[in-house]
């Protein structure tokens, strides 16, 4: 995962793995396939990283009394905290799902779980929302937060923005950005 990590997919090679492993190419090779099979697992690993912190949406606890605006802001936060405590992985893998279909497929249905997860933490205040179907009009709010904190990811905070926020300050436009979409405007 370190080499992945620290020189992006380019710097993933056989022959990086087996030094940063102190093993002989053989023993590589009798392993796995390919270079893209061992990616696959490095990339499968860190992807069951990523699924281990979607249980903080299932804890009912953390979300308990909490008013439809804060409820809304704190699912939104996790968001981006989730993938900056993985921005190392998620800034060397982002790019490639361009191009490896498998790397696209992975990470699209992650993200579908993920969005899940966010939905069912959100249904509890579906009654305050001001859409005519409101599990429809969480999806576009998962998907904005998802996609920003996504390119942040990849392309640093500063992209396509012209000053670039910190992190806390970014999750916090998110959750307000949100709130005014599903709540209609309500801030407090």
Do not use: N
């Amino acid at each position: 995962m370190g080499i992945l990590e620290d020189g992006g997919h380019a710097a993933f090679t056989i022959a990086a793995v087996y030094e940063r492993a102190g093993v002989a190419p053989p023993f590589l090779y009798t392993r796995t396939a390919s270079k893209d099979a061992l990616f696959l697992a490095v990339y499968e690993h860190g992807i069951g990283r990523l699924r281990h912190e979607r249980e903080v949406f299932a804890d009912a606890a953390r979300w308990a009394g909490l008013s439809p605006p804060d409820l809304v802001r704190a699912a939104v936060a996790e968001i981006p905290h989730i993938f900056l405590r993985h921005q190392r992985f998620l800034h060397a893998v982002v790019l490639i799902s361009s191009t490896h279909p498998e790397v696209r497929r992975c990470g699209s249905q992650y993200g579908q779980e993920l969005g899940e997860s966010f939905a069912d933490v959100l249904r509890p205040v579906a009654a305050a929302m001001t859409h005519d179907d409101p599990r429809a009009a969480v999806w576009p709010s998962f998907g904005t937060v998802f996609a920003a904190a996504m390119i942040s990811v990849a392309y640093g905070p500063g992209f396509a923005m012209p000053d670039a926020v910190d992190d806390e300050d970014f999750g916090r436009d998110m959750g307000e950005t949100a709130v005014r979409y599903l709540l209609g405007g309500v801030t407090h």
